[in-house]
Every structure is written in structure tokens, then in C-alpha cells.
């Protein structure tokens, strides 16, 4: 499950603005706000509203993980 801090975290580590996050995921600005003020999972929010910003954030390499505690990764890249 998706939590705020998650988010937060993806959004930092690939250094998106919120508005960025909102055209990538297909969702209001204002929802990634509000998403971003919580504590938690996102037990609330609309399951395809979860994910389509896990969808985004994974396209963009970012991997959520949530052994132990939840948290966020870059993926590597594949030697080419």
C-alpha cells in the first residue's frame, strides 16, 4: 500500500514538481496536494488513483518498496 511519505519521497528523489507528478499520473494538481499532506497509507484514496501515480513513478524508475518499512529506490539500469 501506497503511503503520503512514499510519495513524498518519489517525488524528491526525481525531483518533480507536484504539477509534474499530476501530468504524469493523469490526476489534479490539487489531489497530489492533499495526498502529499497526509500521514500514512493512502488507505482512502481511489485504488486508480494509487495506481496511476505508482504507474508514473515506476516509469519513471522509481520502485516502492515496503520490506519492513515502506520507503523508495531508483531502479538500476540494465548494463547495456
Known amino acids: 500500500m501506497l503511503t503520503a511519505e512514499q510519495l513524498r ?3 524528491a ?3 518533480w514538481e507536484q504539477s509534474t507528478v499530476a501530468e504524469k499520473a493523469g ?3 490539487e489531489t497530489v496536494k492533499r495526498l502529499e499532506k497526509l500521514d500514512g497509507p493512502l488507505l482512502s484514496t481511489k485504488s486508480a ?3 496511476a501515480l ?3 513513478f515506476r516509469e519513471a524508475g522509481v520502485e516502492f518498496t ?3 518499512e ?3 529506490k531508483l531502479r538500476r539500469k540494465d548494463p547495456a
Open 9 to 11: 519521497a518519489a517525488r
Open 13 to 15: 528523489l526525481i525531483r
Open 27 to 29: 490526476v489534479s494538481v
Open 49 to 51: 488513483t494509487i495506481h
Open 54 to 56: 505508482e504507474a508514473a
Open 66 to 68: 515496503n520490506g519492513g
Open 70 to 72: 515502506p520507503g523508495v
